[in-house]
């Protein structure tokens, strides 16, 4: 199969629906096809989740681990890895669940990771996009969340923990900065909405108190970067965060 042939089919595809591509082999469901494109880019031919690993069976920790394409990825460079992967949307859940089923050593768990542990609301997207919300809505639905200090607390060690969970990053690190001693590689997404306070700043010195050093990407130029902007998400500024002890 022609990998650009088939990206662009799924870059055409309108949003809905389970639908299968053959773009990961053996196959993997998916709702919406540039989000799979988007993903697959940034995952399999950037290799964005590669890392220095000192074992050949690494422990990873991924926090929105959507339809499972980094599950996917870490376990065919590392085969005997174990996969911790939380992803709170029941529907997104069951395309993980069924993308990964072949695997062994993945520990799929249906929750939030929230800087309280409880019941809170999230709101869906149909794709990579659902994300913790203050307040309940129509769209809105209850979910189960545990906090990472928990998470991290029954790992002696994390080669990598992954976090990309729409906004709830800081709040989440915050949480289990006491943690994070036990990890070596973070992989943060951070997100700033226009009408809240920005706390990229507080997060990148809870980083370097932590004992890392960082490189950030942001993911796309502006025209005209000092326009206020923001996307369909309320979002006005998207960057990853690569993390790591020297």
């Not at 299968?20 to 989740?49: H, M, N, W």
């Not at 929750?111 to 019941?119: D, K």
């Not at 920005?198 to 502006?222: C, H, M, V």
Request: charged share 25%; net charge negative.
């Amino acid at each position: 199969m022609d990998s650009e042939i088939e990206m662009n089919r799924l870059w055409e595809m309108p949003r809905g629906g389970v639908q299968k591509t053959s773009l990961v082999d053996p196959g993997i469901c998916f709702t919406d096809g540039p989000s799979v494109v988007s993903q697959f880019r940034a995952i399999f031919v950037r290799e964005c989740y590669a890392f220095a690993s000192s074992s050949d069976r690494p422990i990873i920790v991924d926090l929105g681990a959507n339809i499972g394409l980094g599950v996917i990825w870490w376990k065919h460079q590392w085969p005997e890895s174990r996969v911790v992967a939380f992803e709170p949307d029941p529907e997104i859940f069951a395309l993980l669940a069924e993308n990964t089923r072949y695997l062994k050593g993945v520990d799929l768990r249906q929750l939030a990771v929230s800087g309280t542990a409880g019941g809170l609301s999230f709101v869906p997207d149909g794709a990579d996009g659902g994300r913790l919300a203050e307040e309940s809505s129509a769209r809105s639905f209850r979910v189960d969340a545990v906090t990472l200090g928990d998470v991290l607390r029954a790992e002696e060690a994390v080669d990598l923990l992954k976090i990309d969970i729409e906004g709830a990053e800081h709040d989440v690190l915050l949480e289990a900065q006491s943690e994070l001693f036990r990890v070596a590689h973070l992989f943060v997404e951070y997100h700033s909405f226009a009408n809240q306070p920005q706390k990229l700043d507080e997060l990148l010195s809870l980083l370097s108190r932590a004992g890392y050093r960082y490189y950030i990407e942001t993911l796309d130029e502006r025209y005209r970067p000092f326009t206020p902007q923001k996307g369909p998400t309320g979002m006005d500024l998207q960057c990853d965060i690569y993390a790591w002890r020297e």
